[in-house]
C-alpha cells in the first residue's frame, strides 16, 4: 500500500500542530462563561419606547392535563415538529414597560417571592435593574388579571411594596375574585394567599379599569374573561401605531394557536377562555396589530396570522439598535 502525502500536506499539517503548542505544552481551550446577555430588550413604538423586563422561565412540566382537549399524541406531535421538548412545557414572563413620555407603565409583575413553579422565576426586578430602571420611576402598574405569576411582584419578602410611587390597575370582578378569603379552603389556596400579601398592600391605590376604557392615556382595556373572571387584553397607542399586551389570552405560541380551541386547565372558565382567544386573535389578525404575549418565546413580540381553523405566530426580529 502506498502513501502519498505531499509537502505541501506535511508543513500544513505541521503548522496546524505548533499553532496548538506553546512552549511544547498544548494550549488549553477557552474555559466555558456561564452568563448570558440581560434579560431585557428595547424597542420604539410611536413617541413611545418599551422595555420588555423578564421574570425569568417558567416551567409547567408535561402537558399531560394542563393542556386537554386533543390526543396526547397528537399534542406529542405539535412540540417535536417544532423542536420542542414534548416533555417539559417552559414558558417566558414577559412584562412591557412603556415610556408613553409622561407616564411609565409597568405591565404584571411577575412571581415575586413565590416559588411555586421551581426557582427560576422572580427575577423582574433584577431585570429592571439591569434595563436601568428603578421601581420607584414606575407611575403604574397594570396587571391583566390576579393570577399568582402577574401580581407577585409587588412586594418583596418582607411585605414592602416595591414601586412605592405607583398607581395599579386590575379590573374589579379579578380583585373581588382573588383576595376572596372565603376560598381560603378550595384548592386555590395558594392563589388567593399569594394575591392577597400583593394586593391588599396597595388597596388604597388601586383603581378598577373596565372593558374598552382608555384608563391611561394612549392604553385601552378590553376584556377577554375565561382565563380569569377579569382577564382583560390591552391595546398600546402611541403617534398613531398600536400593538395589543395579551397578557395570557394565550399561553403557547403553538399549542394555543394551532388549535385554539383546546382547553387550558389554569382557566377558570376554559370554553369562556376559548371563545375569548378566538374573538381577539382573530380580530388581531384581520387588523394587523402586533402583539406581545406575557409566555411565548423571549422577548414575546410579534404578529398573529389566521391560519385555518387556527392561528399562527410570526415573532418579530429582535432590533438591536434604537
Given at each position: 500500500?502506498?502513501c502519498?502525502?505531499?509537502?505541501?500536506?506535511?508543513?500544513?499539517?505541521?503548522?496546524g500542530?505548533g499553532?496548538?503548542?506553546i512552549?511544547?505544552r498544548a494550549r488549553a481551550?477557552?474555559?466555558k462563561?456561564?452568563?448570558?446577555p440581560?434579560?431585557?430588550?428595547?424597542?420604539?413604538?410611536g413617541d413611545?419606547?418599551v422595555t420588555?423586563?423578564s421574570?425569568?422561565?417558567?416551567?409547567?412540566?408535561p402537558?399531560?392535563?394542563?393542556f386537554?382537549?386533543?390526543?396526547?399524541?397528537?399534542?406529542r406531535k405539535?412540540?417535536?415538529?417544532n423542536?420542542?421538548?414534548p416533555?417539559?412545557?417552559?414558558?417566558e414572563q414577559?412584562?412591557?414597560i412603556v415610556?408613553?413620555?409622561?407616564?411609565?407603565?409597568?405591565?404584571?409583575?411577575?412571581?415575586?417571592t413565590?416559588?411555586?413553579?421551581?426557582?427560576?422565576t422572580?427575577?423582574?426586578q433584577?431585570?429592571?435593574?439591569?434595563?436601568g430602571?428603578?421601581?420607584?420611576?414606575?407611575?403604574?402598574?397594570?396587571?391583566s388579571?390576579?393570577?399568582?405569576?402577574?401580581?407577585g411582584?409587588?412586594?418583596?419578602?418582607?411585605?414592602?411594596v416595591?414601586?412605592?410611587?405607583?398607581?395599579f390597575?386590575?379590573?374589579?370582578?379579578?380583585?373581588d375574585?382573588?383576595?376572596?378569603?372565603?376560598?381560603?379552603?378550595?384548592?386555590l389556596?395558594?392563589?388567593?394567599v399569594?394575591?392577597r400579601?400583593?394586593?391588599?398592600?396597595?388597596?388604597?391605590?388601586?383603581s378598577?379599569?373596565?372593558?374598552?376604557?382608555?384608563f391611561l392615556?394612549?392604553?385601552?382595556?378590553?376584556?377577554a374573561?375565561?382565563?380569569?373572571?377579569g382577564?382583560?387584553?390591552?391595546?398600546?397607542?402611541s403617534d398613531?401605531?398600536?400593538?395589543?399586551?395579551?397578557?395570557?389570552?394565550?399561553?403557547?405560541?403553538i399549542?394555543?394557536?394551532e388549535k385554539?380551541?383546546m382547553?387550558?386547565?389554569?382557566?377558570?372558565?376554559?370554553?369562556?377562555?376559548a371563545?375569548?382567544?378566538?374573538k381577539?386573535?382573530?380580530?388581531?389578525?384581520?387588523?394587523?396589530?402586533?402583539v406581545?404575549?406575557?409566555h411565548y418565546?423571549?422577548?414575546?413580540?410579534?404578529?398573529v396570522?389566521?391560519?385555518?381553523d387556527?392561528?399562527?405566530y410570526?415573532?418579530?426580529p429582535?432590533?438591536?439598535?434604537?
Open positions: 500500500m502506498t502519498n502525502v505531499s509537502r505541501r500536506s506535511l508543513l500544513a499539517l505541521g503548522a500542530l499553532a496548538s503548542m512552549g511544547g481551550s477557552a474555559p462563561l456561564g452568563t448570558q440581560s434579560y431585557f430588550y428595547r424597542f420604539n413604538h413611545a419606547q420588555v423586563v421574570d425569568g422561565p417558567l416551567p409547567l412540566g402537558p399531560k392535563g394542563t386537554v382537549g386533543a390526543p396526547d399524541e397528537e399534542i405539535m412540540l417535536t415538529d423542536f420542542l421538548s416533555d417539559n412545557i417552559v414558558l414577559n412584562s412591557p415610556n408613553m413620555g409622561d407616564k411609565l407603565v409597568l405591565f404584571d409583575t411577575g412571581m415575586g413565590s416559588k411555586a413553579f421551581g426557582p427560576t422572580g427575577r423582574q433584577k431585570s429592571m435593574a439591569e434595563a430602571i428603578k421601581p420607584e420611576d414606575i407611575d403604574a402598574v397594570v396587571f388579571h390576579a393570577h399568582i405569576d402577574h401580581i411582584g409587588v412586594v418583596d419578602d418582607s411585605g414592602k416595591l414601586f412605592p410611587n405607583a398607581q390597575y386590575i379590573a374589579q370582578s379579578d380583585f375574585y382573588w383576595t376572596d378569603e372565603g376560598k381560603m379552603g378550595s384548592p389556596k395558594d392563589f388567593i399569594h394575591a400579601k400583593n394586593l391588599l398592600p396597595v388597596n388604597d391605590r388601586l378598577f379599569y373596565k372593558d374598552g376604557q382608555e392615556p394612549g392604553i385601552q382595556a378590553l376584556a374573561p375565561g382565563h380569569t373572571v382577564h382583560h387584553i390591552f391595546l398600546i397607542t398613531g401605531k398600536s400593538f395589543a399586551f395579551l397578557g395570557d389570552l394565550t399561553h403557547h405560541q399549542l394555543l394557536m385554539p380551541r382547553q387550558f386547565s389554569y382557566d377558570t372558565d376554559p370554553n369562556q377562555a371563545e375569548s382567544r378566538v381577539m386573535l382573530g380580530m388581531l389578525a384581520a387588523n394587523q396589530i402586533p406581545m404575549s406575557y418565546p423571549w422577548p414575546g413580540y410579534g404578529h396570522v389566521k391560519n385555518g387556527g392561528f399562527h410570526i415573532p418579530a429582535m432590533v438591536l439598535t434604537l
